[in-house]
């Protein structure tokens, strides 16, 4: 049943651009189509990097913007087009491999530097190391030209079809997202993925096991990273470019935040988190105020924090409980 | 140039360095007490510079601009108990009834600095502004070795001497410092031997608040306050406490004078890869002793 549940809401995912086409004046559905739904697939990516380690690990890490980030300057730095030129000649099917390739090494390298560390250590270590980085990127000129960054990122054209139309901008992120969520649902039920639950759980017991519990978690963050590489390769053709803003503390707490809200039980609730706070994001004017936007999303954040610290997830859950009773008690 | 000019441009630095570590200390001293004694990482403490720079600053402006020789002190005072009523605040009404979820008192605080950064430039806007300092301690000193240099950044040093000299005699003197000590070690054998431990967990987030305020109106005599600086004292006070050991003066005043010393030198001598110098050090430090320089494990 609950396989029936996943195929149907991809089928709805994947049909949602038509039928958004068919309520709402076309530009518009363009709009919800890549700005919205888009972007809200492409940092729940990013953010399910984070759901992940923490679901099945029990690690909050913070550096996982930048690690997107160090796969989207990658991208930016190799690829023929990107303005200015720091090292160019790749065409898009090169350096988006690379891409992924530096996120990966960049997600393992952060694991073995946080490997002696848990809970709120881990993620202060994790917030430092992605704020050293982003210090450097944006103070190194030679390699990510500063602070201004690398634009004309604009992606590829697949089979003809232009990466920079919306509709296949969304369908490319959504099968993209797609596979990631599958691989994460497939990974945790392998002997890999219970080895690591058994680490969240308790690591000394796993250890006297026989499981080397440093490695285990190495490769944990590096396939978290890998996952954020995917995400911040899209990031940055969505954005056409890449600049330090995009790694700052600003962007690694709102993926924190985007993770917190949906709920950090399951990998989909980094989607549910970011479509929230898309949507918070676009429409803050109408809402409270356009320039308030860090105040109402900081509100809505906190009362998740202090309500319901599983997030949304944890909502539905609670409210399904509750519900269940009153039916048992009829 | 002359080995004479060598021996003073070494000299300045290491007193950059020196300075800026003891701006560092005052801030990331009262993050080391909290999460010492609390177990809470306050991601709010950036926050709280800001709170104090802009509080501070409300009442200096109308103050300075009447020539009135004591507008910096009152400044400071304004912003020193701002910072530390904020800080009582957010321990009592939000942290101390989630005690134990370390995870989740972090998210609240990262919320807290959110919406109060936000809240902030809603009220005070974008410019950066600054303190000038009182005639008293304005102006330039001569130092051996070094020439003139600015007094306020002597006078920075004294202060933070003077604050690490004040917590070691609270914390090992006094017998509020008996009951923080005994409250790292045990905090169910304090509160069962009849001390009111929440109040006093109240007193330390007030006593860090209001060290990482008088580091706010200090930094924002030596260097401009803006919108951005939350973020840079968070992440040096993060710094410093890893690097030192958590919840320890000494392990901060040594973190402090590292950073400091990194910095400074780093800047001098590769301009655009200084930043990698700390973090190197930071990561090194992690790998060799996860506990800190001075941390105990």
Redesign the interface.
């Known amino acids: 049943m609950r396989r029936g549940l996943a195929i149907a809401a991809a089928l709805l995912l994947l049909a949602l651009p038509w039928l958004l086409h068919a309520v709402l004046p076309a530009n518009q559905a363009g709009f919800w189509t890549g700005n919205i739904l888009g972007r809200a697939l492409v940092f729940g990516i990013i953010a399910m990097s984070l759901t992940f380690l923490a679901t099945y690990g029990g690690f909050?890490s913070l550096a996982q913007m930048m690690i997107a980030g160090v796969a989207g300057y990658a991208l930016a730095i190799f690829v023929e087009g990107a303005v200015p030129r720091i090292v160019g000649g790749a065409g898009y099917a090169l350096a988006i491999p690379l891409g992924v390739l530096a996120a990966t090494l960049m997600g393992l390298l952060v694991g073995a530097?946080?490997v002696?560390?848990r809970?709120?250590y881990l993620?202060?270590?994790t917030?430092?190391?992605s704020?050293?980085v982003f210090?450097?990127v944006e103070?190194?000129?030679?390699w990510f030209n500063g602070y201004e960054g690398i634009r004309n990122v604009v992606g590829p054209s697949l089979l003809g079809l232009d990466f920079r139309n919306p509709w296949v901008f969304y369908h490319v992120t959504l099968g993209t997202a797609v596979l990631l969520f599958a691989g994460v649902m497939y990974l945790v039920r392998s002997p890999f993925g219970l080895v690591l639950q058994g680490i969240r759980d308790n690591p000394r017991r796993v250890s006297a096991l026989g499981y080397n519990v440093a490695l285990h978690r190495i490769a944990a963050f590096g396939v978290a990273g890998f996952i954020a590489g995917c995400g911040g390769v899209l990031a940055t053709i969505y954005n056409i470019g890449i600049s330090p803003g995009t790694i700052?503390?600003g962007a690694t707490?709102n993926v924190?935040i985007m993770a917190?809200i949906g709920g950090l039980g399951h990998p989909v609730g980094a989607f549910l988190g970011s479509l929230i706070f898309t949507v918070f994001d676009t429409f803050a004017a109408t809402i409270y105020d356009r320039?308030?936007f860090?105040?109402l999303?900081?509100?809505v954040?906190?009362v998740i924090?202090?309500a319901s610290?599983d997030g949304v997830l944890g909502v539905g859950a609670r409210l399904r409980r509750l519900l269940g009773r009153r039916a048992a008690d009829k | 140039m002359g080995a004479n000019d060598r021996m003073e441009l070494a000299a300045t630095i290491v007193l950059n360095g020196l300075t800026l570590a003891a701006l560092y200390f005052i801030v990331a001293s009262g993050f080391s007490l909290i999460f010492g004694l609390m177990r809470v990482v306050n991601m709010a403490h950036g926050t709280l510079y800001l709170v104090a720079g802009y509080v501070g600053y409300a009442v200096f402006e109308p103050l300075y601009d009447q020539d009135l020789w004591w507008a910096w002190y009152a400044g400071l005072a304004a912003g020193v108990l701002a910072a530390a009523v904020f800080g009582a605040l957010l321990q009592q009404v939000l942290l101390g009834w989630m005690q134990g979820q370390e995870l989740r008192q972090a998210l609240v605080t990262i919320g807290i600095s959110i919406i109060a950064a936000d809240q902030i430039l809603a009220i005070y806007g974008g410019n950066p502004r600054q303190f000038f300092a009182p005639d008293a301690i304005f102006g330039s000193t001569q130092v051996p070795l070094v020439g003139g240099y600015p007094t306020f950044r002597l006078v920075q040093i004294g202060v933070a001497v003077a604050v690490g000299v004040g917590l070691w005699l609270l914390l090992n003197r006094t017998r509020l410092g008996m009951m923080i000590r005994a409250g790292v070690d045990d905090r169910e054998m304090l509160g069962a031997c009849g001390v009111n431990v929440p109040l006093v967990g109240v007193a330390v987030f007030a006593l860090g608040a209001a060290l990482c305020g008088l580091g706010g109106v200090i930094g924002s005599t030596a260097q401009p306050l803006a919108m951005g600086q939350d973020g840079r004292f968070l992440l040096i006070s993060l710094v410093v406490v890893i690097v030192g050991g958590m919840g320890s003066v000494t392990g901060t005043a040594v973190g402090a004078i590292l950073v400091g010393l990194a910095e400074q030198l780093g800047q001098a001598m590769f301009p655009t890869y200084s930043v990698v110098l700390t973090f190197v050090m930071m990561v090194a430090v992690l790998a060799l002793r996860p506990q800190g320089i001075l941390g105990r494990a």
């Open positions: 909050v530097i946080a002696r560390t809970d709120i993620l202060m270590i917030l430092a190391v704020m050293g210090r450097f103070t190194n000129i030679t700052g503390l707490v924190l917190v320039d308030r860090n105040t999303i900081g509100l954040f906190l924090v202090l610290p």
